[in-house]
């Protein structure tokens, strides 16, 4: 069976949405990456693979940002 993070010819799949850990500290909130989701391939589901497991807040999954996006920020 393959991996959610490896298409069906054994090539890396870029996730649908990325995974973060949510926490606040008063009125500001600090987002870690912590995994990533892919969809079903019935469209009704979604596989999420987390590299670590936070113990409080919350997990927001949200779409990467096009590559453009990506650079402008580093």
Do not use: C, Y
Not at 17 to 36: P, R
Not at 50 to 71: A, C, H, M, Y
């Amino acid at each position: 069976m393959a991996n959610a993070s490896t298409s069906t010819n054994g090539e890396p799949k870029v996730p649908d949405f990325h995974a973060w850990h949510v926490s606040n500290k008063g009125e500001k909130g600090f987002w870690t990456k912590v995994g990533a989701a892919w969809p079903h391939r019935d469209g009704k589901g979604l596989s999420i693979q987390l590299d670590i497991l936070p113990i409080n807040g919350r997990i927001v999954l949200r779409k990467p940002l096009e590559s453009t996006e990506q650079g402008a920020g580093a």
